[in-house]
């Protein structure tokens, strides 16, 4: 198993820990970035990650891995892999978390919902009460990044492999804007090249 410093050095080797002003998921602003899909391009790691993850599971009945889209498609598909079960991911449909392309979650199947970082575990949320609308069971909730440092709780067991405090700002108070630093949103068609 590697360490949580081990994983972090990872992410920095890969380009994956990023510094600047970034536009957060959950409309938060943060000095720091985990952009999980440069480390999650080398197939070797998502193998190494997801697989501790997937472990930290291994005794519970899973009948199926979860995410919400975009991050976590890539996770779920390797935890899923591990614990040998199927797959599927959630995405926005008229601004809300949605079941699509067919996907379906059968009444009482135990779902593990994961997600490749986790601020305030908005998406996630939104992920469970997916699970729950469709008469599935969450058992637990997995992340390769808790950026929260531990203070997202949710209902069921829930296990990440780093857990970072990083800093985040609501946009009226945020030092970096003030100091007219650019902002950036990862991942966004804006900033491709980024």
């Known amino acids: 198993m590697l360490t ?3 994983i972090l050095e990872i992410f920095k080797g890969t380009g994956a820990l990023l510094s600047g002003h970034f536009l957060l998921t959950s409309g938060l602003h943060s000095p720091t970035y985990f952009q999980c ?7 070797k790691y998502a193998e190494q990650l997801c697989g501790q993850l997937a472990e930290r599971f291994r005794d519970r009945e899973i009948d199926l891995a979860i995410a919400p889209a975009i991050g976590g498609i890539v996770v779920a598909c ?4 591990r614990l040998d079960v199927r797959t599927i991911f959630a995405e926005r449909e008229a601004g809300r978390m949605a079941l699509r392309r067919g996907f ?5 199947e135990k779902a593990l919902v994961v997600e490749d970082v986790i601020t305030t575990g908005g998406s996630v949320q939104e992920v469970i009460e997916v699970v729950e609308e469709n008469r599935g069971v969450v058992v637990g909730v997995g992340c390769l990044v808790d950026r929260s440092g531990g203070k997202v709780r949710f209902s069921v067991p829930f296990a990440s492999l780093v857990q970072m405090e990083v800093v985040t700002y ?6 970096l804007c003030a100091k007219g630093i650019a902002l950036v949103k990862p991942g966004s068609r804006e900033n491709a090249g980024n």
């Open 78 to 81: 390797e935890v899923g892999r």
């Open 104 to 108: 379906v979650i059968h009444p009482g």
């Open 170 to 175: 609501r946009p009226e108070h945020c030092p």
């Open 4 to 6: 949580q410093q081990e």
């Open 37 to 43: 899909a440069k480390v999650l391009q080398y197939p």
